[in-house]
C-alpha cells in the first residue's frame, strides 16, 4: 500500500471528523514535491475531487466542501491532514489521497479509503 488512509468512522449530521494519510515508505522520498489530492466515493457514484493541496500549502477545494473542510500536510511525516467539520450525510463516502493534477491523473495506485458514514 503506497497510501493508507485513515481516522474515518460514523459521526452525526454536524459533527466533525480528522483524517489522514501517510506515504509508505516506497514513496516517501517523492512525496514532498507532489501536489496532494483529497477524493471521495459515495455508493453508486464516481470518485471525485474534494480538495488539493500543493507542495507549499497552497490549498483548493471543491465546492461542496468549501467553508467546512480544511487539508493541510506536514512534509517531514509525509502525511495529509483532512479536516471535516459540518458534516452532512451528503458527505458519505470512501475518502482516499493520492496526487492531484488539472488533467486528471494520478502517479500512485489507489489504496483502500477511509469510510465516513454521517447519519442524519
Known amino acids: 500500500v503506497q497510501l493508507q488512509a485513515s481516522g474515518g468512522g460514523l459521526v452525526q449530521t454536524g459533527g466533525s471528523l480528522g483524517l489522514s494519510c501517510v506515504a509508505s515508505?516506497?514513496?516517501?522520498?517523492?512525496?514532498?514535491?507532489?501536489?496532494m489530492g483529497w477524493y471521495r466515493q459515495a455508493p453508486g457514484k464516481e470518485r471525485e475531487l474534494v480538495a488539493d493541496i500543493t507542495s507549499g500549502g497552497d490549498t483548493n477545494y471543491a465546492d461542496s466542501v468549501k467553508g467546512r473542510f480544511t487539508i493541510s500536510r506536514d512534509n517531514s511525516r509525509k502525511t495529509v491532514y483532512p479536516q471535516m467539520r459540518s458534516l452532512k450525510p451528503e458527505d458519505t463516502a470512501d475518502y482516499f489521497c493520492?496526487?492531484?493534477?488539472?488533467?486528471?491523473?494520478?502517479?500512485?495506485?489507489w489504496g483502500q479509503g477511509t469510510l465516513v458514514t454521517v447519519s442524519s
Open positions: 515508505r516506497s514513496i516517501s522520498s517523492v512525496f514532498n514535491p507532489k501536489r
Open positions: 493520492n496526487t492531484y493534477s488539472p488533467i486528471g491523473t494520478v502517479v500512485w495506485n
